[in-house]
Each structure stands twice: as C-alpha cells, then as structure tokens.
C-alpha cells in the first residue's frame, strides 16, 4: 500500500511561480508511474503532467505544457511538480497519483492517490 502527501501549495500571484512535492512511503516508488492532476472547484479532476518510474519520458497537458516540469528524485521517493508562469486558471487542487504500470493520462488508471494540495493563483 503506497501513501502519497501533497505539500508546497500556496496563494502566489499570476506569472508566479511555485513547486509542490509528493512524498511516497509503503511501497516501491521506483516501479511507478507518477502523475499530477488538479481539480478546480465544480469541474472535473484532469490530467496535468506524468512521469515514467525511471523520469526518462514525461508527458504534459497542452494548457501547461512549456510551464510546469515534472520530476523525480527515486533516492528521496519523491515527486516535484514546478510550476511557472502561473496563472488564475491554474487555481484548483493538485493531487499526486501512482500507478504500477505503463503511464497514463487518464485518472480511472491510477490506484493511489494524494490528498492534495491548494493551488490559488490571483490576478
């Protein structure tokens, strides 16, 4: 059983910038897929960015693509999510998620989750 906390949310200004961070413990955290989502108030949780177990191959959602960086430190069994250039459509919270397979971008796939972390972003 793997255990994700959330933590580096915060208020910050549009055009900000911020890094939020993922601890795992109970498992293996170098055989998953990790992967961010969010989920801003009345809409659905989506897709943000995904990592393979080794950090080699990332994928990103178009609207953050060129401004957020997924990484990982396997050593830390940790996950990062930097963020730049931030902006109020950004504002929801982010939630880190496992899997152990292949990545996904889809949110029915992963089988641990986060409680997450608050994101706002003010113009």
């Known amino acids: 059983q793997v255990q994700l906390v959330e933590s580096g949310g915060g208020l910050v200004q549009a055009g900000g910038s911020l890094r939020l961070s993922c601890a795992a413990s109970?498992?293996?955290?170098?055989?998953?897929?990790m992967a961010w989502f969010r989920q801003a108030p009345g809409k659905e949780r989506e897709f943000v960015a995904v990592?393979?177990?080794?950090?080699?191959?990332?994928v990103y959602a178009d609207s953050v693509k060129g401004r957020f960086t997924i990484s990982r430190d396997n050593a830390k069994n940790t996950l990062y999510l930097q963020m730049n250039s931030l902006k109020p459509e950004d504002t929801a919270a982010y939630y880190c998620?496992?899997?152990?397979?292949?990545?996904?971008?889809?949110?029915?796939?992963?089988?641990?989750w986060g409680q997450g972390t608050q994101v706002t972003v003010s113009s």
């Open positions: 998620a496992a899997r152990d397979g292949l990545i996904s971008t889809a949110k029915l796939r992963y089988d641990y």
């Open positions: 109970g498992g293996t955290f170098s055989g998953y897929a």
């Open positions: 990592i393979t177990w080794s950090g080699g191959s990332t």
